[in-house]
Structures are given as C-alpha cells and as structure tokens.
C-alpha cells in the first residue's frame, strides 16, 4: 500500500510544502494578481487561512536567486497559463516581511521584535553588503539596520532604502511582499499600545509604499482593513480585497471540491458530512470555503472533530467586545447561537479603538475575523448589508467559551468546584441548586437558549475538571451520541454520562419529566457502552433539562 503523503501542519515554506506534503494548489492566484494591475494589493482574510504559505509561494515564485526555483512551479497550474506568466518566474529582487510574531504586551518588546524583523531581511540580502553597486550613504545604512544600531527614524525608512539599494545593484523594481501586517495593531489595541503601534506602521507603510519609483508590485495580507485615517494615510492607491469580495475567493481556504480531493485521497469519504457540519460555512464573496487549518489537523488527528481553529487564539479581542456588548446586541448573539440570522451593515474599514462604539462595528468586526459569515450581501450606495450567521460547528464553540470565561471572571472558583464534588457524589440536589444560581447570576441572554447552548454551557465548565476527568461531548457510544461524558483519569473515581434537553416554555412537572427522559435515553441507547469498555464499574448518570433559568435533574 503507497504510503500517503503528510499533512503540512505549521509547515508555511512554500518549497518545502509543495515537495514533501499534501499540496492543494493555489498557483493561480500569482495569475490573478498580476492580471488585477494594482500596484499595492491588500488581501485580508481569518488568520490561518493560508495567508503566509501563499505569501512564501509568491516570494518563489517572483524572486531572483542562485536557484532555479521554476521547478517548483512548472507541474503546477500557473506553468499551463502560457509565457506572459512563466517569464515573471525569477525576475525580480523581492523583499519579504512577516509580522505574525509581533506580539508583546509592551511596546519596547514589540518594537524589538520589529527590528529584528526588518534586519533580518536586510541580513538576507547579503549581496548589498559592501557592493560598489549601491550609494556609500546607502551602504553605511545597511550596516545600522544589520547590526542593530540604527535610530526609530531609520527603521521607519527602511523599506524604502531596501528597494532603491537592491533596485541599484539588480537594475530591476522590487516585489515587496508583507505578511500579517496588523499584527502589531491588533496586539497594540489589545495591550495598551495602540497609538506607538499605529505611528510606527503608518511611517514605515508610507515611505515604503508611497510613489516609490522602485517598486513594481506590493502585495500585503492581514486580517482586517484597518481604516484609511489610521495607517494607509496619503496611500491612495491601495486596492483591498476582504471577503465580501469575489476576486481572490478560492485562494485563501479550502473549496467544497479541494475537501471532497482530500477526503477521497485519505480514503475518508464516509466522514466528508461530519467535516462539513464543523468546518464548512464559510462564504468568500461568492466561493464556499472551509476552514484549512482545521481540515488538515481533522485528518491527521484520525478524523477526530475538535476545535483546532478557536485552540490557537486567546481570543481576546473577542472577549474584550463580548464584555462591552449592549441590550440589542447580546440579543442578536443569542438569536446566532440559536441559529438564527442577523442583518446588519457591515464596515470594512476598522478602526480598533471604535470596535466598543456601534453593534455595525462589531459585526463587522466579527465576520471578517472569521467569527461570523455572510449568508447574503446587498451593497446598497456603497455600503454592505449583511445577512450574518454563525459559520459552523466550531465557530461556535468560541462564543460558549470566551462567554462562560467572562462570567467565571466574576465569581471565584467555588461553582465549579462544587459542580465537580455534587457530581461525583451523586448529589443531584445540590447540583440542581448550583447550576439555578448560576443561571440565576447569569446575563440576561441565557433566557430561552436551545439544548446545543445549554449542553455548551455544561461542557464548558466541565472541561475545567481537567485534574481528574476528561472530558468529551457528541462522541458514538453505544447505539447514539452522549452529550457529556466524563472519563476518569483516577482508578476509582465514577465515569460521568450527561444528557441534556431544554424548553422554551414548560411547568416544573413538563420539566422534570424531561429531565427523566433525557435519563432514560441514556439507558435505552446504551450511552455507557464506551465507560464499560475501559473498565470503569461505577458510572453516575444523569438527565439535565433546562427551560430559562429553570433546571431539573434525574439521576442514577
């Protein structure tokens, strides 16, 4: 049996990717981009939407080197488009920044990390160093960058002088690629930093950008657009692709198709509705995209369904906005968990410290991070409404997460504490009377939320007993899927099994006789099967049903 080819998983070297992994590829989006005619391009998208893996490819693909790197493309689609394409492969000099990794809750520490950056590309183009080719001033600049003792002003300034020096010793304009650029605004607007952050970028971005007759394209991606009036001063010139937009839809995520190749070549077909339900929904102008990062770590974790997307991310602008949301918005987010839709008029141009003004920026906000889609988009005198849902499965999960998070900031630590001991004790009494006060204590959005909330709800403060249990949810036992299931990770503590059911309207007895009812779905589809297989003796089950604030429990 031919062994299958691995799953790039953190790989976002081009060469490397293309040669030793599962490639989906993504070629012609060098096409496009030389065919849209822009001088400076910007492409947002989510992050770990293949933004840098796309980036390295077109830095292969456009730069000047030793290499003869056309073997990279020439069994790839681009190489079918014909000369006017294959003979921009290896022209030009490029420069190539990523600012993914600038994260730091001080600026001085970001600011360092700028520098390094900016040096180590200039370190890259070791071919200037000393060259009779570039200005002597120049070749005294290139020594400060390197070694680290140049001054705030030059830093600034350095991208400008990197493509008139290697525009001088190649006779050929630049391609600057710039990776993530809002990294270091995002991480600014979150750690109290934002106006140094803002200032430096808006400095270096101008002078690199700004009629530079050096540079013949420029090509930057970032999660959001952030407004003209904040970085992109004076830049008229800039052409920005979000995702509302069709152009460069398919490029960034996986398509239905790409997912179906996939699927078929990990001989995981049977699975394709299971990956759909938690990683498909989103919609690029007018493309179907799944979600890359997750797709690929769901097929090499054994077609597991997890989270992988919302695990890498604090998310902590997420919560900084669910913190400040008002009446109508936090009625907006339960009709989302609900699966409802939402209009509202979505602005692409962000400024960060506007995100707590209006419910229109925080949506906004919300969908182009990934954290929402548009169903339907109506531009309407050069505004975008939008019909807005919750993209899948996953999505989801972040929303439960971050909003328990800010309620447990509130409290201490005693109810899940006591959530824990009732349930090993089987003391469904006390438990009942914990989980109505915190419901009780709860914000007012959690009136009137259907079963996959509550059972969110529960997982969510379950999954803090990580000491002694691992937690699981929605996984085949038996003759179905358990909601909750708590396997212990001590010999002799009891496995945990929980259903849960909820009403929009019921009487303390409808309630009650819900809550058994859960319970006996347990009993008839053999929920235990998966605890009793790994031994466990005692297993405590039990029947949860929710209506509002209300909440009965049968055990046994």
Not at 299 to 315: G, I, K, L, M, R
Not at 434 to 462: H, P
Request: with cysteine.
């Amino acid at each position: 049996m031919q062994r299958k080819l691995r799953l790039p998983i953190g790989s976002t070297n081009y060469k490397e990717v293309c040669t030793h992994y599962y490639y989906l590829d993504k070629t012609l989006l060098i096409k496009d981009i030389l065919d849209d005619g822009a001088k400076i391009l910007l492409l947002t998208r989510p992050r770990r939407f293949g933004k840098t893996l796309n980036m390295d490819m077109l830095r292969t693909f456009f730069e000047k080197t030793g290499e003869d790197t056309s073997s990279y493309f020439k069994n790839k689609k681009i190489w079918q488009q014909g000369e006017a394409y294959t003979k921009e492969q290896g022209k030009y000099p490029v420069i190539y920044l990523s600012l993914k990794d600038i994260k730091s809750s001080e600026w001085e520490t970001a600011f360092g990390l700028l520098k390094l950056v900016i040096a180590s590309e200039f370190s890259r183009h070791r071919e200037l160093d000393d060259s009779t080719k570039i200005a002597e001033e120049d070749s005294s600049f290139y020594k400060k960058i390197v070694n680290g003792t140049a001054a705030k002003e030059d830093y600034m300034l350095s991208l400008r002088r990197l493509s008139q020096m290697l525009q001088a010793y190649y006779e050929l304009p630049v391609v600057i690629i710039i990776d993530e650029y809002d990294t270091p605004i995002q991480e600014g607007y979150v750690n109290g930093y934002y106006a140094q952050s803002v200032e430096f970028i808006r400095n270096f971005f101008s002078a690199a950008l700004k009629d530079n007759p050096y540079v013949k394209l420029s090509v930057m991606t970032g999660i959001l657009r952030v407004a003209k009036e904040s970085i992109f001063s004076g830049l008229n010139n800039v052409r920005v692709y979000s995702v509302l937009d069709k152009r460069f839809s398919s490029y960034f995520g996986f398509t239905s198709a790409e997912v179906q190749t996939m699927a078929e070549y990990y001989e995981a077909e049977a699975k394709l509705p299971e990956i759909k339900q938690w990683y498909d929904g989103y919609k690029f102008g007018e493309v179907e995209i799944y979600n890359p990062w997750s797709v690929i770590n769901y097929f090499a974790n054994d077609c597991e369904a997890e989270p992988y997307w919302v695990q890498t991310s604090a998310n902590l602008t997420i919560r900084e906005i669910i913190k400040n949301l008002d009446e109508s918005a936090c009625e907006q987010l339960r009709e989302l968990l609900n699966g409802a839709t939402v209009q509202s008029v979505v602005e692409t141009d962000i400024i960060y410290p506007s995100l707590r003004d209006t419910t229109t920026n925080i949506f906004g906000f919300l969908l182009l991070t990934g954290y929402l889609k548009a169903v339907k988009t109506v531009k309407l005198e050069g505004m975008n409404i939008c019909e807005l849902a919750i993209p899948n499965k996953e999505v989801k999960t972040v929303y439960r997460r971050e909003i328990l998070s800010l309620l447990q900031e509130s409290r201490s630590g005693d109810t899940i504490n006591k959530l824990q001991l009732y349930l090993i004790t089987k003391n469904s009494k006390q438990l009942q009377a914990a989980l109505r006060k915190f419901l009780l204590e709860a914000v007012s959005f959690y009136d009137g939320l259907q079963e996959n909330y509550y059972q969110g709800l529960l997982l969510g403060m379950t999954g803090m007993f990580t000491n002694d249990y691992y937690p699981l949810s929605n996984r085949e036992s038996g003759e179905g899927r358990f909601d909750i299931q708590l396997t212990p990770k001590t010999q002799g503590m009891p496995g945990i099994i929980i259903e849960i059911k909820a009403a929009k309207e019921a009487s303390a007895e409808q309630l009650k006789k819900l809550a058994e009812q859960a319970l006996e779905q347990i009993e008839v589809k053999h929920y235990d099967t998966e605890l009793r297989r790994q031994g466990i003796g005692t297993i405590y089950k039990y029947g949860i049903a929710f209506c509002g604030k209300k909440v009965e429990i049968a055990t046994k």
